[in-house]
């Protein structure tokens, strides 16, 4: 019932992928905070003002700590909706911290002998960024590693060493244990919460965050965009006549076919409610988006559903609404989102119904009248 959370809803990037680059994101700031909380006791320590190694880490983690966590607030929606961005971002935040601001603290262990602050900075490695599993043994690893050609450097003992590695040890269990009950958490609560249980799609809330995304993305690379607001024709007379469990099982069909036809891993198609559909694609023409909804209006009327009523067709059809979205040449560029999108592709829809069903109409977005369609029978 749930496939769809194994589909991309836009550029290739699964949702649990998705998921995740939200995530790591919002975890920088928190990572910098922690770090910069804990590492004030430094200020207190009698050999900081001695110390250049304390000095320079302390000066190295803040400035690094505020820059992200300013640069990810101030920036989030725009990093998050590009996912090559997001995640340079995440992996450049890692690195500088691990790598250079918590390199003097290291030095400091090795000077006393406790690898404390490697343990730290290896406990918040492991737990604050969300990982799939494949990245948790070479994360740990290339961690322990450099560590290791550290303590080499600056000839740690061999006590130091075994230390090092003991604690990456568990750390790749305490990541395991906490990221996967963590992330089979996140996936059940997005289920839940944006999954339409009956037909396995997005429900209204999914699909509008999903739609939201596409649409961020095609502001930025210049894409036109569809959007299609599908009514099944007559859903109320067939679900009296036939009964609610059969009209739960049309709904399923109809479903599916909709998924058919809008197969590829960047579309959206969610349950808005009812038995109303909204489809989200990238395409690259009026043209094409017409097409679509045209294959999309034949195909639902060719799985022969008999239809309660027969003026319009022996068996269930679809009305079909569409606006198309061009970032180049749209006159409201900076404010156009999705329930706008949606709206204009609901008057369509409703132009259609009134015109006699089972025909698709497209909004016309260069008309005057923002209430007026032009017809696209198909």
Known sequence: MFKKMKTSPFGGISELKQIAIEQNIKRISYAACILIVFEI??????????????????????????????????????????????????????????CLGMTPFFISDIQKGMPVNVGIMLVLLCVIPMYVKSDI????????????????????????????VSLAAIGIVLAYLVQQRYIDMIVKFKLETRIDPLTGVLNRRGGLDKMQTVIELSKRHGMAVAVYMVDIDFFKEFNDKYGHIK?????????????????????????????????????PSIKDADLMAKRL?????????????????????????????????????????????IAEADAAMYAAKNSGRNTVYSFDSKSDNNDVVEISIG
Not at 58 to 68: E, K, R, S
Not at 138 to 162: D, H, Q, R
Not at 251 to 277: N, Q
């Open 137 to 164: 043994i070479p994360v740990v690893l290339g961690y322990t590693v450099f560590n290791v050609i550290i303590a080499v450097s600056f000839e740690a003992g061999i006590n130091y060493i075994v230390d090092v």
């Open 41 to 98: 006791k430094i200020l207190f320590d009698p050999s900081f003002s001695e110390n250049i190694f304390l000095q320079i880490g302390y000066f190295l983690i803040t400035v690094i700590g505020l820059f992200y966590t300013i640069f990810t607030l101030v920036n989030y929606k725009n990093i998050v909706a590009n996912p090559k961005k997001a995640r340079n971002v995440f992996i450049s935040y890692w690195i500088l911290t691990a």
């Open 247 to 283: 009209g739960d099982q049309v709904l399923k069909e109809i479903t599916e076919e909709i998924c058919k036809v809008f197969a590829r891993s960047a579309d959206v198609v969610c349950r808005f409610g009812g038995e109303e559909f909204v489809v989200c694609i990238s395409t």
């Open 297 to 341: 209006r034949r195909s639902i009327e060719h799985l022969a559903i008999v239809s309660p009523r027969s003026e319009v067709s022996d068996f269930l059809t679809v009305s079909v609404g569409y606006t198309v979205y061009k970032p180049s040449g749209y006159a409201d560029y900076d404010t156009i989102d999705e329930i706008a999108l």
